[in-house]
C-alpha cells in the first residue's frame, strides 16, 4: 500500500489541523493504521493508531487533545489535531500494518512521506 500525508502547516497555538492520510490499493480496510511525528533531533515518536475496525490507540501526550479516525470507503485515515502546542512542532507520519495496532515504529510496513506542522507561540 501506498500513503501520501496532507494537512500540515503553520498554525498558533491553541489552534486546530486536520491531517489526512489516503492510501492506495483496494484492501486498505484490512490495515492499522497509525501517525508518528519526528522533530529535528529525536527520535520518530508514537501519536495515535486505529484498528481495521475503528479500535483506537493513543500516547499520553495528546489524549484529549487529538483524535484519530478513517473512512474506508475513503481509505483514508485522519488526525483531528485540536489545541495544539508548540512542542507539537514536527513532521507527521502516517503508517500501517496488517498485524494489529502497535506503538513501535519499527512494527509498520508502510510509511507515508510525512507533513509537517509547525505550531508558534
Known amino acids: 500500500v501506498q500513503l501520501q500525508a496532507s494537512g500540515g502547516g503553520l498554525v498558533q497555538a491553541g489552534g486546530s489541523l486536520r491531517l489526512s492520510c489516503a492510501a492506495s490499493?483496494?484492501?486498505?480496510?484490512?490495515?492499522?493504521m497509525g501517525w508518528f511525528r519526528q522533530s529535528p533531533g529525536k527520535e520518530r515518536a508514537f501519536i495515535a493508531a486505529?484498528?481495521?475496525?475503528?479500535?483506537?490507540l493513543y500516547a499520553d501526550s495528546v489524549k484529549g487533545r487529538f483524535t484519530i479516525s478513517r473512512d474506508n470507503a475513503k481509505n483514508t485515515v485522519y488526525l483531528q489535531m485540536n489545541s495544539l502546542k508548540p512542542e507539537d512542532t514536527a513532521r507527521y507520519y502516517c503508517?500501517?500494518?496488517?498485524?494489529?495496532?502497535?506503538?513501535?515504529?519499527?512494527?509498520?510496513?508502510?510509511w507515508g512521506q510525512g507533513t509537517l506542522v509547525t505550531v508558534s507561540s
Open positions: 503508517a500501517a500494518r496488517v498485524a494489529g495496532v502497535s506503538r513501535g515504529v519499527y512494527e509498520y510496513d508502510y
Open positions: 490499493g483496494r484492501t486498505f480496510s484490512r490495515y492499522n
Open positions: 486505529i484498528t481495521w475496525n475503528g479500535g483506537t
